[in-house]
C-alpha cells in the first residue's frame, strides 16, 4: 500500500463502519478467548489490540511503518516480514492465525497457506477474508496492489487443498453489493477521483445505521450463510 493510502487506513480504522465491521465479524467466529494469536498484516493495529485483551499476539506487516505505529500506540510485538517468502516462526507455534483483507496480496496465496497451516497447532483456527468476485474488479484493486479478487468454489477449494477442515465459508457484506456494482460499472474511472477509504466514509448517523445493519449480519452468519457480498469470510481449522 502507497504512503497515502497507508495515512488514510490509520486515520480511518478508528472510526470507518468497515473496519469496525470487519473486526466483529472476527470476534463473532473466534471459538476460543485465549492462547497465541498471529495476525497477518495489521493495518493500524486495532484489531491486534482488542485481541491483546486475552491473547498472546503478535503482528506481522510488510510495511515498517505499520510496525513501528502498532508497536508504538499498543504495545504489541510486530515484525516487517513479507509474506511471500514465507512465516519466520516455529512448526505449531500459534492457536490462531488471522489475515483479513490481505492473502489478495499475495501472489503466491497456495503456498502462504501451507505456511499459515505449518504455523499452526494441530485444532489451531485460521480466520480469512478476501474481497469478492472477480468482477468487482476496479481501478482501486489496482491502487491497492491486489493480485486477485475471489470466487466462492476457487477460495473454498483453495483452502480444502491446503487440509484445512472448513467450519464456515461465506459471502458477507451483502448491504453495499449491489451500490458498489453499479458504480464501479456506470462510473467507472471517475472512481479514481479519491481513495476507496474516503468515497465510502460517513458521519456519525451513517456509522450507527450501517453498524446496524452489521449486527443484524453478523447475527445471521450464527445461523446461516448469505448468498453474494462485496466479501468472503472463511474460518478453518487445522486438521
Not at 495515512?7 to 472476527?26: G, P, Q, Y
Request: charged share 25%; glycine share 8%.
Amino acid at each position: 500500500m502507497d504512503q497515502a493510502l497507508l495515512k488514510d487506513f490509520f486515520e480511518e480504522e478508528n472510526t470507518h463502519w468497515w473496519h469496525s465491521a470487519k473486526r466483529k465479524m472476527i470476534r463473532t467466529f473466534l471459538p476460543q478467548a485465549q492462547g497465541r494469536a498471529l495476525v497477518l498484516g495489521i493495518g493500524g493495529g486495532l484489531l491486534c489490540h482488542e485481541l491483546a485483551k486475552t491473547f498472546e499476539v503478535t503482528g506481522v506487516d510488510i510495511a515498517t511503518e505499520a510496525c513501528k505505529h502498532v508497536k508504538s500506540a499498543y504495545g504489541i510485538d510486530t515484525l516487517v516480514c513479507d509474506l511471500e517468502r514465507g512465516l519466520p516462526f516455529a512448526t505449531e507455534k500459534f492457536d490462531v492465525i488471522i489475515i483479513a483483507d490481505v492473502l489478495e496480496h499475495v501472489h503466491r496465496d497456495k503456498e502462504l497457506l501451507t505456511e499459515i497451516r505449518r504455523c499452526l497447532v494441530p485444532g489451531g483456527s485460521l480466520f480469512l477474508t478476501v474481497p469478492a468476485y472477480a468482477h468487482m474488479w476496479s481501478y482501486w484493486d489496482e491502487r491497492l496492489h491486489h493480485c486477485r479478487r475471489y470466487e466462492y468454489e476457487d477460495l473454498k477449494s483453495l483452502i480444502a487443498a491446503q487440509d484445512f477442515s472448513i467450519k464456515k465459508i461465506t459471502f458477507f457484506n451483502a448491504l453495499l453489493y449491489p451500490a458498489a456494482f453499479l458504480r464501479r460499472k456506470i462510473f467507472g474511472d471517475k472512481e479514481k477521483e479519491t481513495s476507496d477509504f474516503k468515497m465510502s466514509q460517513g458521519g456519525g448517523l451513517v456509522n450507527t445505521l450501517i453498524g446496524f445493519y452489521y449486527r443484524t449480519e453478523r447475527g445471521w452468519l450464527r445461523w446461516g450463510d448469505i448468498p453474494f457480498g462485496l466479501s468472503l469470510f472463511v474460518h478453518a481449522e487445522k486438521s
